[in-house]
């Protein structure tokens, strides 16, 4: 069966900071992996999302860039955080186009 | 921009009524259609999807999906107070990539 990792579950960062979240799906290959944010009170905003190694699509402008170095490995980076940043990011695969998607644990991510 | 639209709530239900949550979307191609359920403080689990029109029913849950009016919905029968979370209605984005959420209705089932 398929899973899917993310760490860590909770973050608190100065802002400032840098940003390093990492997913790792196993049990399938080639997925589709994305990063969603779900900010307090507001609905999920897809901010990248990877169809292959190092082939990154970011839908959101702003100091977030994401990486794909492996086929199951999808990273979220930020060189200087915001407090804007805080939320609670979200890592998710699928097989396909429009087909379900699977989510993470989730990362809290609160910049103070 | 492709929209999702759905009820805040929160829609209380006794325990062991029917819950009904609504969903609609604006881009008329969309293919594919799930609910999700989250609890507070986890991520989304998917609950159900549905691709053609009518209805999917699993267990105590039924999707129904009508295309022509743009609109899905979930029943829960027999609703639990472990029923009680944040229900997310998602459409594929245009891409085919992705899924656009709505903001999710805030469900309480009361004992």
């Known amino acids: 069966s398929q899973t899917i990792h993310q760490w860590p579950a909770t973050l608190v960062q100065p802002v400032g900071s840098p940003l390093s979240l990492e997913c790792t799906v196993e049990?399938?290959?080639?997925?589709?992996l994305y990063w969603y944010r779900q900010a307090a009170g507001r609905g999920l905003q897809l901010l990248f999302y990877s169809i292959g190694i190092d082939q990154i699509s970011s839908e959101v402008p702003q100091n977030l860039s994401a990486s794909r170095p492996q086929d199951r490995q999808f990273i979220l980076s930020s060189k200087k955080l915001l407090l804007s940043d805080s939320g609670f990011y979200l890592c998710a695969w699928d097989r396909a186009m429009n087909t379900e998607a699977f989510f993470g644990q989730g990362t809290r991510l609160t910049v103070v | 921009q492709k929209e999702v639209e759905q009820n805040s709530g929160p829609l209380s239900v006794p325990e062991g009524a029917i819950a009904s949550l609504n969903c609609t979307y604006s881009?008329?191609?969309?293919?594919?259609f799930f609910w999700y359920r989250q609890y507070s403080g986890k991520s989304p689990e998917l609950i159900m999807s549905?691709?053609?029109?009518g209805d999917k029913e699993d267990g105590r849950f039924t999707a129904q999906l009508n295309k022509a009016s743009q609109y899905v919905s979930l029943l829960i029968r027999d609703s639990q107070p472990s029923d009680s979370a944040t229900y997310l209605c998602a459409v594929n984005g245009n891409s085919g990539y992705a899924l656009n959420f709505g903001k999710g209705t805030s469900l309480l089932v009361t004992p």
């Open positions: 881009d008329r191609v969309s293919q594919s």
């Open positions: 049990g399938t290959s080639n997925p589709n």
């Open positions: 549905i691709y053609s029109n």
